[in-house]
């Protein structure tokens, strides 16, 4: 195996950790240092002896630091194949030196944009020179090492200390990395771009995630899998603090993120407890205590070893209370201290804070295909109260009303075909992923029967009773009032069923299948 050694570096680090110990390395094994301006000088600042790029160039950096490696000297001594004996012969006649470590990390373009910076600050940090060098020298990576984050100086350092250069294996590994970060870096680019112009599905659609865990296994032990977070800043799950605990498994990550963007859905106090991404228990109360008990009474037995959200700080009181019963995970916006030492107990229990709720703002969901993937917007959709249309008889009370609203919001989390029975703020029983909706309707009665018990309660369904059917399973069940889109060509039937019951119903317009 050949190792190419290292005679002439080039570094130009935005983030400067380890660049400084990295330039010391170098140069102690007489590797000729070039840099560019806060780099050149933090070197020179550490004692070290550094060329500046613009005497290589002989030109002055111009444009507010805008070009000053886009240049033959620089780009010649990357891109020159080492193998060809033409193109040595070309930059020798040139006056142009081989570079054989380039060393670069970009501007902050996303987290410049996260930060909620104007305009003109976004489109400085589109770096154009870093790019432009790390994709050369990582297509030359036969002849050429590339650095792109300082956690992979140390194997690089290994490697000449074990063998006096780099080998083929370590530069095409680096090479790799460093392709995989410019095309992220651009799909947050063209991200941010194709918003400008109000374009959620644009005709190219990029999409890039930096991973963050490697995942012990997938959905079954014999899967390999990862977390990746794609820089939206929008907490949840992806930007929580993991306050303790085991890490996070790939099932448990789908439930926690199921679960926090269900309680996002309320204004006052929420608690959801999720299960298989499925909702077995949903309520609102006085105070988070409150809704946990009420989330809890709607399917004891399936809330065990269920994820926990709430919308509001967990406090000591609600600690105590989700502490009766295994649960895997608990997220909320916030965790008071008391909670937090209550909770320590739990070694098992992961426990998650995500600082904030996230905002009904648009955004894209993702779902791979064979041989590709859909994409489509957020449901974010709310109700229009005042576009809702009473057509029975009977309009809701008061309370039945509240309760359908309440109901309404919680269907939209529930799989296809999706029931769910509410009562006084809370489901009292949620049937989903059957395949006809009265057998959904079915499993929603037989939980309220064993959870709350049975009573007068309010139906919600994610879409149009196709027949009458569905209704009159839910009506037999105790349901006074229903909320569903309509839209069947069997609405009257429907109608008239909720009408013969003495029963009210609202149509939506809208409907929430989740598949």
């Not at 620089?74 to 194949?81: D, T």
């Not at 004996?85 to 020798?92: L, S």
Request: net charge negative; glycine share 8%; proline share 4%.
């Amino acid at each position: 195996m050949t190792f190419r050694p290292i005679r002439r570096a080039l570094l130009s680090a935005h983030d400067k950790t380890g660049i400084l110990e990295l330039a010391r390395a170098l140069a102690s094994r007489g590797v000729e240092l070039l840099s560019t301006g806060g780099t050149a000088a933090m070197l020179r600042q550490g004692g070290l002896a550094v060329t500046e790029v613009s005497e290589v160039t002989g030109a002055a950096e111009i444009l507010d630091g805008r070009v000053k490696t886009l240049h033959p000297a620089i780009h010649g001594g990357l891109l020159a194949r080492r193998d060809d004996p033409a193109h040595m012969k070309v930059i020798e006649e040139q006056g142009i030196a081989p570079i054989d470590l380039l060393v670069v990390n970009l501007y902050p373009f996303e987290a410049t944009l996260a930060s909620g910076a104007s305009f003109a600050d976004c489109i400085e940090k589109i770096d154009v020179g870093g790019p432009a060098m790390l994709r050369g020298a990582a297509k030359n990576h036969e002849g050429v090492a590339v650095l792109v984050d300082p956690a992979d100086y140390p194997a690089l350092l290994a490697e000449l200390d074990a063998t006096g250069g780099t080998s083929l294996a370590l530069r095409r590994h680096l090479a790799a990395r460093t392709f995989a970060l410019t095309a992220s870096y651009d799909a947050a680019i063209a991200s941010w771009m194709a918003g400008l112009e109000g374009e959620l599905l644009p005709e190219r659609l990029t999409l890039a995630g930096q991973r963050r865990l490697r995942l012990r296994y997938g959905e079954n032990p014999h899967q390999e899998a990862a977390f990746y977070v794609s820089g939206e800043a929008r907490p949840g799950v992806a930007t929580a603090e993991q306050l303790q605990g085991k890490e996070l498994s790939y099932n448990n990550l789908l439930d926690t993120d199921a679960a926090f963007e269900l309680v996002a859905e309320f204004d006052e106090p929420a608690c959801a407890i999720i299960k298989h991404t499925n909702p077995c228990g949903v309520a609102v109360g006085a105070d988070p205590a409150a809704a946990w008990a009420k989330a809890l009474a709607c399917d004891p037995v399936s809330a065990f070893g269920g994820i926990v959200a709430l919308n509001r700080e967990l406090d000591e009181a609600t600690a105590a209370a989700i502490a009766e019963i295994f649960v895997e995970v608990v997220i909320a916006p916030s965790v008071s201290l008391a909670a937090a030492r209550l909770l320590a107990t739990k070694k098992n229990l992961r426990l998650l804070a995500t600082g904030a709720m996230p905002a009904r703002a648009r955004g894209l969901t993702v779902r791979s295909l064979a041989g590709g993937f859909l994409a489509q917007e957020r449901d974010v959709a709310a109700v229009d109260e005042a576009a809702l249309r009473t057509v029975t008889s009977r309009a809701p009370d008061q309370r039945e009303r509240a309760d359908l609203l309440f109901a309404w919001k919680v269907v939209k989390h529930v799989k296809s075909n999706a029931i769910v029975l509410a009562r006084d703020g809370a489901a009292v029983g949620i049937g989903m992923g059957q395949t006809n909706r009265v057998d959904s309707v079915r499993i929603a009665a037989e939980r309220m029967r064993k959870g709350p018990g049975a009573g007068p309660c309010v139906v919600a369904s994610d879409a149009f009773f196709p027949f009458a059917d569905g209704l009159e399973e839910a009506l037999a069940a105790g349901a006074t009032a229903a909320i569903q889109p309509g839209g069947s060509v069997r609405d009257e039937e429907v109608i008239a069923a909720a009408d013969a019951a003495g029963a009210a119903m609202l149509l939506t317009g809208m409907r929430h299948f989740r598949h």
